[in-house]
């Protein structure tokens, strides 16, 4: 359609709700407020509002325009101030401009107010307007606009495709990293859904996402052109796999909705190829940055924010700032019965490995979330053991292992995940260990009661330090000379959302040399 309307020799449009059109106003006239009341009258007709009508002005050179009693008013070249005032159209492309000179988020922007009757046509409408082809299937609804993002993406360099959303200031749930932030002893507030934003994909979800993108300008410069040379982007397993230029780490907020938690997480402030502002000044305006987060197992998503960064395009610079990104929309995480949310956990200590029980179907446990989460898999009965293993120095290491006391017959058959059965005290041993000496392992033969011996918090299952917490909460300090001063939290928590009885535990542990900031945080568990 569009190449129809580009090589037609003339075309009309007839603006049917357009009555009683003042002679005063015509094209030609010199009439001081000319432009003024053509817009405001012209502004006025569904024919500025629909989508397919925005390739029929674009695409043929010559255009006339006519009221409903067929009186001409004007043509596409006198009237291209009004028109591109009234549309938000370059007034070069009216007049016969190259499209490929805009960038693509300025064009998208100029279908952002327009309307369509079939969902699918916000899409096709534009196959014209980006030069790019993809097949016409009535039905599949928003997905036709995915399709149509994914053919823009493969066919130009330009970023400003991603470029879509609001611009803030500054992101929503990021904070400034004070000393309690650091340590990770703020109480970070809970948001409700409607309240943060939302974990989407690369692409947008309509042309109305761009509205406020008509200003942004791709960046013509070398490693603009290169960035997708090494990878260029595609579609993996139904999300965007694409480089990106990563400028910096973003201490952030993530939620929890049941419970009702939140609790620190690193986001990432990438840079688009593209700016804003600055006029038409190649160098001009700022780059913008998007924010995104990680949501495990190597993807991504990001906000609708869009933040101006005042950074220098440099080849070197950006391409050691570069990294793959795998995007997806990612719904929000839910615990379920049995989980161990690690919300605080040791960041000062590298970790080395992760050593789990087995059972006939497998780990006994998977880390989700980030690895936040400890979630029992088929197959496991709820005492199995899983340890995280820290480095303290180059020879020597402690291994912080999380371990349920059974609740109910020693010998029970029934699967851990097969219903929400009640499940005993959490333990958590610290046990360390060097190259030359095994780390102490607990019986795996067989379901094992743990009993609290008292008198220090041993237990006669490990042959370190442990304690058996309690419930519905309980905290434990260990403090030795040989190793770093630990503390720990634990809380038993219900979930309002699942089945009766299912319960998750909330783990909050620290472990640092002892200390000022050693006595500090022993000061706060309590408040934790």
Not at 223 to 236: D, G, Q, T
Request: net charge neutral.
């Amino acid at each position: 359609m569009f190449r129809w309307y580009k090589n037609a020799e003339l075309c009309y449009v007839y603006l049917s709700d357009l009555v009683g059109w003042d002679d005063g106003v015509q094209d030609g006239e010199d009439h001081p407020d000319r432009d003024g009341a053509i817009r405001q009258r012209l502004g006025q007709c569904r024919w500025f509002t629909r989508g397919w009508t925005l390739q029929e002005l674009l695409a043929p050179r010559h255009v006339q325009f006519y009221v409903s009693d067929w009186r001409e008013i004007g043509n596409k070249v006198g009237l291209h101030r009004v028109l591109s005032a009234i549309t938000g159209i370059d007034k070069d492309i009216l007049l016969g401009g190259n499209l490929s000179n805009v960038s693509v988020a300025r064009r998208m922007s100029w279908a952002s107010d327009r309307k369509t009757s079939r969902i699918e046509d916000a899409a096709y409408c534009l196959l014209g307007i980006f030069d790019v082809n993809i097949p016409l299937i009535y039905g599949e609804g928003p997905k036709a606009f995915r399709r149509l993002q994914e053919a823009i993406m493969v066919s130009t360099y330009d970023q400003s495709l991603f470029a879509w959303g609001q611009f803030v200031d500054s992101p929503s749930d990021i904070f400034d990293q004070d000393s309690d932030t650091r340590l990770d002893l703020r109480t970070l507030p809970w948001k409700s859904i409607d309240q943060r934003p939302r974990r989407l994909g690369l692409f947008a979800d309509s042309p109305l996402d761009f509205r406020a993108s008509r200003d942004i300008r791709p960046v013509d410069h070398q490693y603009a052109h290169a960035l997708y040379r090494n990878r260029a982007p595609s579609i993996v397993s139904g999300g965007v796999m694409t480089n990106m230029v990563i400028r910096r780490r973003l201490p952030s907020v993530a939620y929890l909705d049941d419970p009702e938690l939140a609790y620190k997480e690193e986001a990432e402030l990438a840079i688009l190829l593209c700016r804003v502002g600055g006029g038409t000044s190649v160098n001009g305006g700022k780059l913008i940055g998007i924010v995104i987060r990680p949501c495990g197992d190597g993807y991504y998503s990001r906000t609708d924010e869009l933040v101006p960064v005042d950074e220098f395009v440099s080849f070197y610079r950006f391409h050691n700032w570069t990294r793959p990104r795998h995007f997806l929309p990612w719904p929000d995480f839910r615990l379920r019965h049995g989980d161990i949310f690690l919300r605080r956990w040791p960041s000062g200590f590298r970790k080395i490995d992760d050593w789990r029980a087995f059972v006939s179907s497998g780990p006994s446990w998977r880390r989700v979330c980030l690895e936040k989460v400890l979630r029992p898999q088929d197959g496991a009965r709820g005492n199995e053991y899983f340890c995280i293993i820290h480095e303290l120095n180059s020879s020597e290491k402690i291994g912080i292992t999380l371990k349920r006391t059974l609740c109910g017959p020693a010998h029970s058959s029934s699967s851990f995940s097969s219903s929400p059965r009640p499940f005993g005290n959490l333990l958590v041993d610290a046990s360390s260990f060097n190259d030359q000496t095994a780390i102490p392992e607990y019986n795996l033969r067989g379901p094992q009661s743990i009993v609290d011996s008292g008198g220090g918090g041993r237990c006669r299952e490990s042959p370190q330090y442990s304690h058996v917490m309690a419930i519905p909460s309980d905290t434990w300090e260990l403090e030795r000379d040989h190793l770093p001063r630990i503390y720990a939290k634990v809380q038993r928590m219900t979930l309002t959302g699942g089945e009766d009885g299912s319960e998750v535990d909330i783990v909050d542990l620290f472990m640092l040399w002892d200390g000022p900031l050693a006595q500090r945080i022993k000061r706060a568990m309590p408040d934790l």
